[in-house]
């Protein structure tokens, strides 16, 4: 997996930032599914945590699964 630093410095409503530990927690939460069920659940999670505050970096992710 590759990722951007948008995800770990992504800010919430109340300024606080998603983190490298959170980070880490749901994508070990998230490691059984396939690499599609990686991508969609940490944008979920990010979307669930930011909410309404526009985030200032960009966030990209890539997940390869081998089998």
Do not use: C, P, W
Not at 1 to 19: C, I, L, P, Q, W
Not at 49 to 62: L, Y
Request: aromatic fraction near 8%.
């Amino acid at each position: 997996m590759f990722h951007t630093d948008g995800f770990s410095e992504a800010m919430n409503v109340k300024r606080e930032e998603y983190g490298e530990e959170r980070f880490a927690e749901t994508v070990k939460s998230l490691v059984r599914g396939s690499a599609a069920d990686v991508v969609d659940g940490v944008f979920e999670a990010m979307k669930d945590f930011a909410g309404k505050a526009k985030q200032q970096d960009t966030m990209t992710i890539v997940v390869v699964k081998i089998v």
